[in-house]
């Protein structure tokens, strides 16, 4: 089940950058709007996860305007946010949510130790059965009487598995109240929950004074909003030495057909550029797009996009 945000979604701006840090917002303007951005979401421990990245999701000032000038997002100062929140919460409310919080650790430390648990339980009844199996390969046909059966905590002594489990019984009242201790944990050992939102306890809509204008973008935005108009995803083209990537449809499922230059309409385009262009362009099996906007006189808002593809057909 799809859980639509609130509109507008609010994009945080922090430090020169915007960033959405709602799950819900990342899959709706994926879904219904074809932005992608950047996940850029890591983990202190892992710092080259590479394409294993989560959120915040990072916007480029382009993605950010179009979705402003749509009316599906406002820009948000995010450190006012945070500072005018925290000092207008009541303390009930901080310790209401602080409990909320504590209350979550708790449960997904009882997921995990019952995941434990249980897998303890399966490999010893596996141990247990490789023991049984052992046992009667050993019995001879003569034999009158069979060997009886070691029992669950005991084992042989050179099988280091079996040493890891000799403190755990395998009766079933060792096992009861291995359940029961296991969902009685020390809120002290609870898990650190931390929320990819401040909403709550903070309010969900921000206040006028803490809302942003419009972002700058640069020369390139009109053949930006060209292309996502026609239906494009686009996506940041450093790593082919483009400014945009333009995707026929969600990037997880289609490579990029062209790689994306923009220009100034009256500037002057060095030829040799064009040629190492549209080489680089057909060697990755992809096309070479430049485009540029032109303004129609009588009227300086109104831009007309125009956009040339390049490749070499030989290559």
Known sequence: MTIEPTLPIPISYIEGNYYVFSIDAVTYLRREYHICGVLIGTLP???????????????MPEEARLLVEKGV???????????????ALMEEDRKKYLRELESQGLQAMRLQTSRKEQQREKTL????????KAAKSKKLPEDPE?????AAADGPKDDPSLELFADHQLSSNSQTTSRRTSTTINPENAMGITPATAHPPLPAEPAAEQLLPTPQVPSSYPLFAHLHAEGYFLSPGLRFGCQYLAYPGDPLRFHSHFLVVSAE????????E???????GTGVKKGFLIGGAEKKEGS??????????????GM
């Not at 309409?265 to 040799?272: I, S």
């Open 45 to 59: 421990q892992i710092p080259q996860q590479n394409v294993f990245l989560g959120l915040p999701l990072e916007l």
């Open 146 to 150: 069979p060997e009886p059966e070691p």
């Open 125 to 132: 009844k596996k141990l247990e059965e490789k023991k049984v």
């Open 300 to 313: 300086a808002d109104k831009e007309n996009v125009r956009t040339f593809s390049i490749e070499w057909a």
């Open 265 to 272: 309409w009256d500037e002057e385009l060095d030829l040799m």
């Open 73 to 87: 997002a406002c820009i948000v100062d995010e450190v006012k946010v945070q500072k005018q929140g925290m000092k």
């Open 274 to 280: 064009i040629i190492a262009g549209g080489r680089l």
